[in-house]
């Protein structure tokens, strides 16, 4: 397998940091805006807006060299949207190497493949690519990213994280889980609360295909209420983990808005407990790292057409065409380390056991804390092991680089690490 590094950024103590977050909930009633995650949705538009959702960033800098932590409450992300954000942010500085955008996955946000320069299908259940939606969410998170740029000033930082295992489950019926917690804090020098990263692995799939209304799930929830609760204007980036097979499970609810305040009540005791116990470092080291790798040669799963090909409406003779064109040769992997903690954000959705290898041998190789991110810079679909790509599922048939992909996909994550 051929690697090609790119580039890499290395940052010594003395560390600024700025937050910002802006809107990027489109006008629903000014234009017909198809909502993403389900193919039974058909493509139809959103009704409404049952709660905005936003681009949150961390710039951090030790004034000379910066890396933008990105999160979004989306789908995915495709590296056009990425290119062009890049495009934006020019007069900050941050570059390719120093982007790591990603989203929560929300099931209930925009249709991300009308975001997709690479979507030239005219599928509703896909979706189909809406230039005006495209700019207008490229100029909401560049946005953010400038703003957050604007906002540098002096900081100091500290991790936490602990596993909690009661809110979520295998959906594939298996027992693994990567049950961590984990917690990033950033303040301000004089103590005031900048922002924090909180990563878990779990769907935001409490809302169904029967919503129609934009919302952010339980981690646009979470992260709304944690920034009420820390004040101070602080902003709260989630980024999912290895959720590819790792589904929410609320405590309680009886409505499906009811379950996603009670799993975002839920998760936000666990954040704020940990945030708590945050002890901060000194002299801590920056440095990132992005490498574009081959991926194994695309193929369909053998059950592709009656699974995935049936609920997104591909029939067997648009299966070739669509896979070259929606899905890259790459895999673009970027890490970004902050002390003891490094950031590994895979373009996909890689399952709990892939996330679990990752952490394994990030560890053998001295890094103390790994933190898996999936939804990262671009979208190559689901990413399992070879076990699991052979039993099949729906999981399988939306994987379409062939059951070695979950261990190309490891050895190219600990390639990345800086």
């Known amino acids: ?69 990105v999160s979004t409450d989306l789908l995915f992300i495709s590296e056009p949207l990425r290119q062009a954000v890049l495009q934006k942010i020019a007069e900050t500085g941050i570059g390719d190497d120093s982007l790591f955008l990603t989203a929560t996955h929300s099931h209930s946000a925009p249709e991300a493949m009308a975001m997709n320069k690479r979507n030239i299908f005219q599928n509703p259940r896909i979706g189909i690519f809406d230039q005006w939606l495209f700019d207008f969410t490229v100029d909401g998170i560049a946005t953010a990213i400038i703003q957050a740029n604007r906002n540098l000033r002096p900081a100091k930082i500290g991790w936490a994280s602990k596993p909690v295992k009661d809110l979520h489950r295998n ?72 959720q590819g097979d790792q589904s929410p499970k609320p405590p309680s609810g009886e409505t499906e808005f009811e379950r996603v305040e009670q799993m975002g009540k839920a998760m936000i005791d666990h954040a704020l407990h940990l945030h708590r116990q945050v002890k901060f470092k000194t ?89 898996v991110v999936g939804l990262a810079n671009d979208y190559i679909g689901y990413i399992l092991t070879a076990d699991e790509y052979r039993q099949g599922g729906y999981e399988a048939t939306v994987s379409f680089y062939g059951e070695a992909l979950g261990k190309v996909i490891e050895e190219i994550a600990l390639s990345a690490i800086p």
């Open 1 to 69: 397998m051929l690697l090609m590094i790119l580039t890499t950024t290395r940052v010594t103590a003395g560390l600024y940091c700025g937050a910002a977050k802006h809107d990027i909930t489109p006008d629903v009633k000014a234009r017909a805006i198809p909502l993403g995650g389900y193919g039974e949705r058909m493509g139809k538009p959103a009704t409404g807006v049952h709660d905005n959702i936003f681009a949150r960033a961390i710039v951090i800098s030790d004034g000379k060299q910066k890396v933008a932590i």
């Open 283 to 371: 002299d801590v080291k920056l440095e990132a790292k992005i490498i574009r790798a081959n991926l194994p040669k695309k193929v369909a799963h053998p059950q592709f057409e009656e699974i995935a090909g049936r609920e997104y409406g591909v029939p067997k003779e648009m299966l070739t065409p669509m896979l070259h064109q929606l899905f890259p040769d790459y895999a673009l992997v970027m890490a970004v380390r902050i002390g003891d903690v490094v950031f590994i954000g895979i373009p996909g959705e890689p399952i709990a056991q892939i996330g679990l290898n990752i952490k394994a041998a990030a560890r053998e190789k001295g890094i103390a804390m790994p933190i």
């Open 171 to 242: 959906r594939r019926g298996d027992e693994v889980t990567d049950d961590e917690l984990f917690v990033l804090r950033v303040d301000s020098l004089d103590g005031k609360p900048i922002a924090a990263i909180v990563n878990y692995a779990a769907h935001p799939t409490i809302l169904s295909a029967r919503c129609m209304e934009i919302s952010g799930d339980w981690c646009g929830w979470l992260e709304r209420e944690m920034e009420k609760a820390l004040g101070d204007n602080a902003v709260v980036l989630f980024l999912n983990g290895a």
